[in-house]
């Protein structure tokens, strides 16, 4: 059963850093791709970034110089997102997915920036 499993969450004030990571678990195949999206309250989930299992990386306008999605592991099913220069608009829950014909979740990790 494959498992996703985010970390990395907390409070951070504005200009702060953090770093997320997530987690695939229970396959052993490497996922053509996978990301990263969040969700504030009373908004739509959107996209922050994504990662393909070539390398190839895609941001959102909003995060474009300041988030860093990277992806590790033997089978690369683990990425990170580097978050610098963090906003109050950047408030949410982070949600990791990993996409191979189906697509998988994570139950998410809480961001929020407030001084």
């Known amino acids: 059963q494959v498992q996703v499993v985010e970390s990395g969450g907390g409070l951070v004030q504005p200009g702060g850093s953090l770093r997320l990571s997530c987690a695939v678990s229970?396959?052993?195949?490497?996922?053509?791709?996978m990301g990263w999206y969040r969700q504030a309250p009373g908004k739509q989930r959107e996209l922050v970034a994504t990662?393909?299992?070539?390398?190839?990386?895609?941001y959102a306008d909003s995060v474009k110089g300041r988030f860093t999605i990277s992806r590790a592991g033997a089978s690369k099913n683990t990425i990170y997102l580097q978050m610098n220069k963090l906003k109050p608009e950047d408030t949410a829950v982070y949600f990791c997915?990993?996409?191979?014909?189906?697509?998988?979740w994570g139950q998410g990790t809480q961001v929020t920036v407030s001084s």
């Open positions: 229970g396959t052993a195949f490497t996922f053509s791709r």
């Open positions: 990662i393909t299992d070539g390398g190839s990386t895609n």
């Open positions: 997915n990993a996409v191979q014909g189906n697509t998988f």
